[in-house]
């Protein structure tokens, strides 16, 4: 009988020392997470395809489906249509001056026979003044009306630019109709469906790279002299009852700023209030998932 009650005496002793050391025999512990991507809608529309499904493994610039845009095209055909007319306005200085530089070429030879009658003393000063007069009011018709196609021209120019950069716009806003994803990754969550109506900013999926995780581990400040970044680590996770599976890590990341201990995450030092996050980054097998519990190792 006296055993047995020294028996119940000992047992909460033991349990307790078997809890502390199972507690101590790691030096920090989190959970794993990646950086996740949500990419939106970039277009509004009916998403006319979607070829995503939870768990698809997409590679960066794949095009994964497409959001309405007939309106768009429509409005592409109509500005290019405006461009051309506009441009097709554009007057052509040989042809509008054309005739201003035969009356100037007549004018040129009538002078020079005066000038050569006047030397002569057949044709009179006045008769001379007359023809270079006609001559200069020629070039000063001629010159205007270049200034003015000049003008005109680049008026019409600038409005072809003008429906140009609107152009540009509508092109831009077609690309941005095609779903294209933009890292290599594996797809999370789909908040998105085909037929549905979509708008710019719109969630479709979530994607994130697995190929390696990062372990969000907190330590105390007595920690924080023992680590640096680049360091290796060891990294296990539970494995059946009692076992570990262990992997290679290293440290990426520590935080510059200390903050209170999250109440879910256990620290080497459960008396500790203030604590430092670090990241681990480990290489992915396929059994590490997000939001799995982790434990660091560095101490020897």
């Avoid at 095209?73 to 200085?93: T, Y």
């Avoid at 708008?199 to 790279?209: E, R, S, W």
């Avoid at 999250?262 to 992915?284: F, M, S, W």
Wanted: charged share 25%; net charge positive; aromatic share 6%.
């Amino acid at each position: 009988m006296k055993k047995i009650k020294l028996f119940y005496f000992l047992m909460p002793m033991i349990c307790m020392f078997s809890c502390h050391n199972k507690e101590n025999d790691f030096d920090a512990s989190g959970s794993f997470e990646a950086v996740e991507t949500i990419v939106a809608a970039e277009s509004n529309g009916q998403i006319l395809q979607l070829n995503v499904e939870e768990g698809q493994q997409l590679e960066a610039e794949q095009k994964v489906g497409y959001i309405d845009s007939t309106q768009l095209a429509i409005n592409k055909m109509q500005l290019k249509q405006n461009k051309k007319a506009i441009l097709s306005g554009r007057p052509q200085e040989q042809i509008q001056t054309d005739a201003l530089k035969k009356q100037l070429a007549n004018a040129l030879l009538d002078r020079n026979r005066t000038e050569k009658l006047v030397k002569g003393g057949v044709a009179s000063q006045k008769q001379l003044d007359d023809a270079n007069a006609k001559v200069a009011t020629l070039q000063s018709q001629i010159s205007a009306q270049k200034n003015s196609l000049e003008i005109t021209n680049e008026n019409l120019t600038e409005q072809g630019n003008t429906v140009g950069v609107q152009l540009k716009g509508v092109e831009d806003q077609l690309n941005k109709s095609i779903i294209v994803n933009p890292i290599k990754g594996t797809v999370l969550t789909k908040y998105a469906e085909q037929y549905e109506m979509a708008m710019v900013g719109k969630p479709l999926y979530k994607i994130a790279n697995l190929e390696s995780l990062n372990l969000r581990a907190y330590i105390t400040g007595t920690q924080l002299p023992q680590i640096k970044i680049g360091q290796q680590v060891k990294v296990r996770i539970d494995q059946g009852e009692k076992k570990y599976k262990e992997y290679q890590g290293t440290i990426s990341w520590i935080s510059d700023k200390s903050e209170f201990s999250p109440k879910t995450i256990p620290t080497k030092d459960e008396r500790a209030n203030l604590v430092y996050a670090i990241k681990v980054k480990v290489k992915n097998d396929g059994y590490l998932k997000i939001g799995m519990y982790g434990e660091v190792l560095w101490s020897k």
